[in-house]
Nanobody, 122 residues
Framework: QVLLVQSGGGLVQAGGSLRVSCAAP????????MGWFRQAPGKEREFVVA????????YYADSVKGRFTISRDNAKNTVYLQMDSLKPEDTAVYYC???????????????WGQGTQVTVSS
């Protein structure tokens, strides 16, 4: 079992920036690919970005490409999602997830964080 603890997020105006973090306290998660997903009210959970175990490969949804950046620090057992140029449509609960491969499908991830609200006002 891998416990993922999220932090960060909050409220920001359109065009602003936020960062969300996801940590695995007491665990070495370098053996896991990590992903970020989001779910807006009344919508399905959607893929945002994923990063490979070593951090060398990243995959972004078209909707966030060029605005969001995923990174990981395996020494700190933490993955980060830097969100810039935020838009109101980015408003959602953001979830980190750990799995074997950095893929789009949420079903491929085994462990999930508790979720973090990100709200972008217009």
């Amino acid at each position: 079992q891998v416990l993922l603890v999220q932090s960060g997020g909050g409220l920001v105006q359109a065009g602003g920036s936020l960062r969300v973090s996801c940590a695995a306290p007491g665990r070495t998660f370098s053996g896991y690919a990590m992903g970020w997903f989001r779910q807006a009210p009344g919508k399905e959970r959607e893929f945002v970005v994923a990063i490979s175990r070593g951090g060398w490969r990243t995959y972004y949804a078209d909707s966030v490409k060029g605005r969001f950046t995923i990174s990981r620090d395996n020494a700190k057992n933490t993955v980060y999602l830097q969100m810039d140029s935020l838009k109101p449509e980015d408003t959602a609960v953001y979830y980190c997830a750990a799995g074997v491969n950095p893929v789009v499908a949420a079903s491929a991830y085994d462990y999930w964080g508790q979720g973090t609200q990100v709200t972008v006002s217009s």
